[in-house]
């Protein structure tokens, strides 16, 4: 596959992850872990379902115990420490500071084989971070007070837990992109066991309700599939910087949901999220 066009296919998965916050907000009351649970299991679902019509596709799951400790642990890390962040730490500062990640993402391309680390794309993703910042504190007053470390510190290990994953994809490309089907049904029932134990169960209460939970499911979390081929054959730093744009359209969703206001801040992020974009992928701009 050219590099090109599966750099493409990774970034439907950024757009997929701009509506999260939206459909997370529409889901109601379900418990953290409960929804995990669920979403996991229909991305998990759809992904196996397409076996059906690829028989020698459930091969895929044939992989070695670290490969399987590396998939699963990692999809259930990210999303509990993510959700403890939220609990023990402000939305705002906990997602600023979650969103790390493709800066890391960017720097950590630099280890892999055959990958150059160029300063533009440095710049670039320094340029979004800070439009990804200034996105945050548009929506009021940030607060890094020292009773919410440990929400921060979760929200950091989220951030390299998931950069970690996507860099070591690209070191492990001979496994198929079926095998994330595997990943998110094995992560659905690990998230259930903690729910069991856990929490206390409740079911969405409105059709719309249920229609956001299976979203989740078809959208953001199936958006590992499409992400998985963006690491293993596409410029994973372009992907990198270009990340910065889900909190970007993100807030967009809510805005035209009417969760959120729009403003001159998040006009301006705009401006910074975009430009920091291109010029991280400015090689590639000159090569199309």
């Known amino acids: 596959m050219p590099t090109a066009r599966a750099t493409l296919i990774g970034f439907a998965a950024i757009l997929m992850w701009s509506l999260l916050s939206l459909l997370t907000v529409s889901t109601g009351t379900v418990p953290?872990?409960?929804?995990?649970?669920?979403t996991f299991a229909i991305g998990g679902t759809l992904g196996a379902a397409s076996w059906l019509l690829r028989p020698g596709a459930v091969r895929a799951l044939r992989q070695p115990a670290a490969i399987w400790a590396?998939?699963?642990?990692?999809?259930?890390a990210?999303?509990?420490l993510f959700f403890f962040a939220l609990r023990l730490a402000p939305p705002a500062e906990a997602q600023l500071i979650n969103y790390l990640w493709p800066l890391l993402i960017v720097l950590g391309s630099a280890l892999l084989p055959n990958e150059r680390l160029r300063p533009h794309h440095v710049v670039g993703a320094l340029i979004a971070l800070a439009g990804t910042a200034l996105l945050f504190a548009g929506r009021g007053g940030l607060s890094f007070a020292a009773a919410y470390w440990p929400g921060f510190a979760a929200a950091l290990a989220a951030a390299f837990t998931w950069a970690l994953y996507s860099v070591l994809a690209r070191r492990f490309a001979a496994v198929p992109t079926d095998a994330v089907a595997g990943f998110c049904l094995a992560t659905a029932a690990l998230a259930a066991l903690f729910h069991l134990a856990f929490e206390e169960t409740q079911?969405?209460?409105?059709?719309g309700q249920w229609l956001a939970v299976a979203g989740l499911g078809i959208g953001p979390i199936g958006a590992a599939y499409v992400w998985d081929i963006g690491m293993k054959r596409g410029d994973i730093r372009i992907l990198g910087a270009a990340s910065y744009l889900t909190p970007l359209l993100s807030t967009a969703?809510?805005?035209?949901?009417?969760?959120?206001a729009a403003s001159l801040s998040l006009g301006i992020a705009a401006a910074l999220i975009a430009g920091g974009g291109l010029i991280a992928a400015k090689d590639m701009l000159r090569k199309r």
């Open 253 to 260: 969703c809510l805005v035209l949901a009417g969760y959120t």
């Open 203 to 207: 079911w969405p209460q409105t059709v």
């Open 78 to 80: 990210n999303q509990a």
């Open 70 to 76: 590396l998939g699963v642990g990692v999809l259930f």
């Open 32 to 38: 953290p872990f409960q929804l995990a649970a669920m």
